[in-house]
């Protein structure tokens, strides 16, 4: 689902084929409703999410949509895959439609999955400005020690993207096992962050994105639909 907005009068033109003086008598005749009242200014913003109603033929009614899923080992993040099951193949087919992942997890790693199709949503969800932290669970080859917590809490410099990245936290659970916070998601990051000490990331399991939660009744595979607090206070 696209999030750009769009001026009235070329939504108008490209949905229903008029000319332009065609599309002014339409406006001017009041007979184009957005949002349930008449709207004659032909440079009225539409967004994906606006309800457009033309002589009682509806051209637009989208809703927006926001799922988690707990998205098990050995599916891909994405909505297309000719090789492996992907997230949305875990959805019922009528559910499907228009829906992109909001953050991807790697084809191995578990846990928390966020679906929409809105834009603007997701976008805010990647913005390193935005400060929303992602929560992982990781299991490891070799036995932790503090020098881990100070090296991603300094960052780290990733040189095939000539970038250090952000500081990040790390608690140490047990000797094998570390929970992760981190703003930002680079390329395989956190399995490339632990090999810097020759560690092998065995497990990795999301728990959190923001204040968001993985629903502890989903199992893997599962999903449903988010709340309307759960999706504003995300960026609490």
Request: charged share 25%.
């Amino acid at each position: 689902m696209t999030s750009r907005y769009h001026r009235l009068d070329r939504f108008l033109s490209a949905r229903l084929q008029i000319s332009r003086s065609n599309l002014r008598l339409l406006l001017a005749g009041g007979r184009v409703q957005v949002n349930g009242q008449v709207e004659g200014d032909r440079q009225r913003r539409i967004g994906p999410f606006d309800r457009v109603v033309c002589d009682g033929e509806i051209l637009q009614a989208n809703r927006p949509r926001y799922l988690m899923l707990n998205k098990p080992a050995a599916v891909v993040s994405a909505t297309r895959d000719d090789h492996h099951p992907t997230v949305l193949d875990l959805l019922p087919e009528d559910q499907r439609e228009g829906l992109h992942l909001a953050g991807r997890l790697d084809f191995n790693s578990t846990g928390l999955v966020l679906l929409t199709n809105d834009g603007d949503w997701s976008r805010q969800l990647s913005q390193p400005e935005n400060q929303v932290r992602k929560h992982y669970r990781v299991t490891l080859e070799k036995p932790l020690t503090d020098d881990y917590v100070t090296a991603f809490a300094e960052g780290m410099w990733f040189e095939y993207e000539g970038i250090t990245t952000r500081p990040a936290a790390l608690k140490i659970r047990s000797p094998f096992e570390a929970d992760v916070w981190l703003c930002e998601g680079r390329y395989h990051q956190i399995k490339r962050m632990f090999g810097r000490f020759d560690n092998k990331v065995l497990t990795l399991h999301r728990l959190a994105i923001g204040k968001l939660v993985l629903d502890e009744t989903l199992q893997p595979g599962e999903w449903r639909a988010l709340s309307a607090l759960e999706v504003s206070s995300i960026f609490s």
